[in-house]
């Protein structure tokens, strides 16, 4: 959700700051706009839409200035305007912002600051920020000194870039419970949500902590503590490279990313022993334990609490972090939760972790962004190594959290080694063959109002994730469940020629879920076989290679995904970008 990018450089920005609001495009967004200074005045131009229309319509691209900033808005309070769009100037034009989170108390500070002779342009919370500061900066004179001034004013959740207009050589960053990292470059500094909004031009950062301040110029990074103190950090390099997020001959990232995946899980696989032994220990001696995550991190916490039950005989929950806080009558000292998240910054999930650990629990967290906020506050954690992972809905890094999963259930068991990710490997490029015979699927299904994919035991989770692609891509109506609960109430919405996706690998629960698999068939069902064994059952089947059963799912996942990516496409939808949605969600 809403994408920051700032750049106070020896050069014109505005080229930068477009490239950098392209790339975190990904976030989610419905308008966007840029600030720069030029000749003692901010230029700022800002509208509803798409990065390439509102630079179309409005040139971006074209501002002046040596010092400036973007930003792509995700509508919290205020609807889609032009003028609601960021940046917001304060009513001299002394000072303006660019803001991600929500300032809960709007309201009170809008009506303080309208009696005092403030005048509103836009209907944002956003908006407040920009008046206080500049009441501050009237005061105090200096920068750093009104941003910290002015945010101690401030409730509820930010990160932000703010720049004042007699100071063109200095961009003010200041965060609380939202992502802001500083690139430091050669000659150009940033501040962006993300470290792929500058990937091209540094790969040097500082991830700054809560309430810090951070001060900008061309040259220089100072970063202040919330007393004003000034704090010393050294920039840390990050892995991520220019040519993991771009396209490369693929139509669609969600496409590459699909594709990455016989690579991705052989990185997710290599991990610390130490690490992963220090993250099993707390597991095994966890006084109560909860796995916690959203959206599709929350299906693979699902398949890691199924093998720590089923092999490991431990007692865990895995429940979504929207919802920790009402569990946490179990939180105490000696509990332990696990939180997957590929961004590290999904509001719900640092909310969870804030309520674990006030109750005492230690946090011990499976991430993809290196530095990102839960990275940071978890007492132990595994990165997956998938590289950035650009389209909105999840792909690489679900298989990559199913890989990091199996290794820490795998340590919990006292196994030394996990084995067998080559041969992984090679299963996933196999499956990836399906792609033609997915197409096949969409071009005879992509009418079809609704979807079922049903499953038993580990492959449940599976079944939820498969209806999660399908719903996020396609906007086709999904649910995925057990099999065995289709006949306590879905099985009366099987008609002629419904489409079911069974996913059955061979084992114990494969006869069972054939059964499932023929009374939807007995309703008219089509039912779409996902599995290394055919039957007859099926209408349609889709062969997945076997292998070892903890890693099914991940081999399972690849149709899944492809039928997601390939009906997107066949409905006119933007696989990447879909409706609603944002990649990050930094809101509660
Ligand atoms: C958003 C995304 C989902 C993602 C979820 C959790 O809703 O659209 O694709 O699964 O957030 O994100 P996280 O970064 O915490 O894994």
């Not at 930068?16 to 000749?39: P, W």
């Not at 399906?434 to 989770?461: H, K, T, W």
Request: glycine share 8%.
């Amino acid at each position: 959700m809403c994408g920051i990018v700032g750049c106070v450089a020896e050069e014109p920005v505005a080229e930068i700051l477009l490239e950098g609001l392209k790339r975190v495009e990904y976030r989610g967004y419905d308008s966007v706009g840029m600030a720069t200074i030029s000749g003692g005045k901010f230029g700022v131009r800002k509208g509803v839409g798409r990065v390439a229309e509102v630079e179309e319509r409005l040139q971006m691209s074209r501002l002046p200035g040596d010092a400036g900033m973007a930003h792509s808005r995700w509508a919290t309070h205020g609807g889609v305007t032009d003028q609601n769009a960021h940046p917001h100037a304060s009513c001299r034009e002394s000072v303006a912002v660019i803001h991600n989170g929500i300032i809960e108390n709007y309201v009170p500070l809008k009506k303080a600051l309208s009696s005092r002779g403030h005048r509103f342009r836009s209907e944002t919370d956003t908006e407040v920020i920009a008046h206080i500061i500049e009441d501050e900066y009237k005061r105090l004179r200096d920068p750093v000194k009104a941003t910290l001034a002015g945010t101690k004013k401030l409730k509820g959740q930010y990160a932000m870039a703010v720049m004042f207009q007699d100071r063109p050589d200095v961009m003010i960053g200041a965060r609380k419970d939202a992502p802001l990292i500083v690139g430091v470059g050669d000659g150009k500094m940033f501040l962006a949500s993300d470290v792929l909004a500058f990937i091209g031009h540094t790969d040097r950062t500082i991830f700054l902590d809560n309430l810090e301040v951070v001060e900008l110029t061309k040259d220089r990074v100072r970063i202040f503590g919330p007393q004003g103190k000034e704090v010393r950090r050294k920039p840390t390099q990050v892995a991520w490279e220019l040519s993991d997020v771009s396209k490369s001959d693929f139509a669609h990232y969600t496409l590459k990313e699909i594709n990455e995946q016989p690579k991705t899980v052989l990185t997710a696989s290599v991990q610390d022993p130490a690490k992963l032994e220090a993250f099993a220990k707390a597991i095994r001696k966890a006084k109560s334990l909860y796995i916690t995550a959203s959206g599709t991190s929350y299906h693979a916490g699902l398949l890691m609490k199924f093998r720590l039950n089923k092999e490991a005989k431990i007692r865990v929950d895995t429940v979504v972090a929207g919802e920790l806080k009402e569990h946490a009558g179990f939180l105490g000292k000696g509990s332990v939760v696990v939180a997957f998240s590929q961004s590290g910054e999904t509001a719900d999930v640092m909310e969870a972790v804030k309520e674990a650990k006030k109750h005492g629990a230690r946090v011990f967290s499976i991430v993809n962004a290196a530095g990102s906020t839960l990275a940071r506050e978890s007492d132990g954690v595994l990165l997956l190594n998938c590289g950035p992972e650009v389209g909105v809905a999840a792909t690489k890094s679900f298989t990559a959290q199913v890989v990091v999963a199996n290794l820490v259930v795998d340590a919990v068991l006292g196994k030394r080694r996990s084995n067998g990710f080559k041969e992984l490997s090679e299963a996933v490029a196999e499956t990836l063959k399906c792609d033609e015979q997915i197409r096949d699927l969409v071009y005879e299904y992509s009418s079809r109002p609704d979807f079922y994919f049903v499953a038993r035991g580990y492959e449940s989770p599976v079944a939820m994730e498969g209806a999660l692609k399908l719903k996020e891509l396609s906007y086709i109506h999904a649910e995925g469940m057990p099999a065995s609960e289709l006949k306590h109430g879905t099985l009366a919405l099987i008609e002629k020629g419904t489409p079911v996706v069974v996913l059955n690998p061979s084992g114990s629960l494969h006869a069972d879920t054939l059964s499932n698999a023929e009374e939807l068939r007995a309703r008219g069902a089509d039912v779409i076989g996902v599995s290394d064994v055919k039957d007859e059952v099926y209408r349609h089947f889709v062969r997945v290679p076997k292998v070892q059963p903890k890693f099914a799912p991940i081999v399972e996942s690849i149709p899944l995904q492809l039928l997601a990516y390939h009906m997107s496409v066949a409905k006119r939808n933007d696989p990447d970008y879909p409706r609603n949605l944002a990649k990050s969600v930094t809101v509660k």
